[in-house]
């Protein structure tokens, strides 16, 4: 099963409040962290809220 590799980029300071809520939900706590998370539908939500404030890769 594939796996997304997620690594926060910028900032959550002036972002809204449903979008930290999101990025913690994802295991994000600040810039440059990396987490392994599986690829379904939930998790690709949570990438698609916060798609500006993180990178994105697909692995296997």
């Keep these: 099963m594939a ?3 997620i690594t926060q980029v910028k900032s959550k300071v002036s972002e809204k409040q ?6 913690r939900s994802l295991g994000l706590r600040k810039i440059g962290q990396t987490v392994i998370r599986p690829d379904d539908a939930q998790n690709r939500g949570y990438v698609n809220t916060v798609a500006h404030l ?3 890769e697909e692995i296997d």
């Excluded at 449903?18 to 990025?23: A, N, P």
């Design 18 to 23: 449903y979008q930290r809520d999101t990025l």
């Design 54 to 56: 993180v990178k994105v």
């Design 3 to 5: 796996s997304l590799k």
